[in-house]
């Protein structure tokens, strides 16, 4: 029986009642055009413990790194695990370090290092929070263009006595 046919409850019980198949030629042609993937929403990519993986990874909304990773990295959220190891260059929104980065890190929003994370290499921040225990170290700077909206850097008012002093 032609698996392809549409059915209804009733099988057909003639050859007349099988819906014909269509003449060669007849059939839409495929695009010659190479098929472009969309890009999954919530894309999430786990390297699990004990995996190593060497690459180029994009279009990666999140990337949890729980063994080892040396690559490339354009995505939005970079999470390495307590006990996961990073070396290579990543680009993110949003960053949370439990276990090692090596490399150049730019995070245009958040960056968490964690009280078990290490971050060396060069490192590029919007905000940064580091939790007593956690390191980091290396050419660290605050990208002024990429800090949210809102925030500004103040300057207090020097104290009442070195006012008094400086006149």
């Known amino acids: 029986m032609n698996d392809d046919a549409p059915t209804d409850t009733n099988p057909a019980r003639s050859l007349d009642e099988i819906p014909p198949v269509p003449p060669p030629g007849s059939a839409p042609r495929r695009s010659s055009e190479p098929m472009t993937p969309q890009r999954s929403v919530g894309a999430r990519m786990t390297v699990g413990p004990g995996i190593k993986l060497k690459g180029e990874i994009s279009d990666c909304d999140t ?3 729980e063994g080892t990773m040396d690559a490339t990295l354009v995505g939005e959220v970079l999470e390495i695990a307590e006990g996961g190891q990073f070396t290579g260059t990543a680009t993110v929104s949003e960053a949370q370090i439990h276990g090692h980065f090596e490399g150049d890190l730019t995070v245009s929003g958040v960056l968490q290092i964690r009280s078990s ?8 921040y919007g905000r940064i929070e580091v939790e007593s225990g956690g390191e980091i170290s290396g050419n660290v700077t605050r990208d002024e263009a990429a800090a949210p909206f809102g925030t500004k850097r103040i ?9 008094t002093a400086a006149n």
Do not use: F, N, W, Y
């Not at 300057?155 to 006012?163: G, L, M, Y």
């Open 63 to 65: 990337l949890a790194v």
């Open 117 to 124: 994370g290490h971050v060396t290499g060069t490192i590029k």
């Open 155 to 163: 300057t207090a008012p020097a104290a009442p006595e070195a006012q």
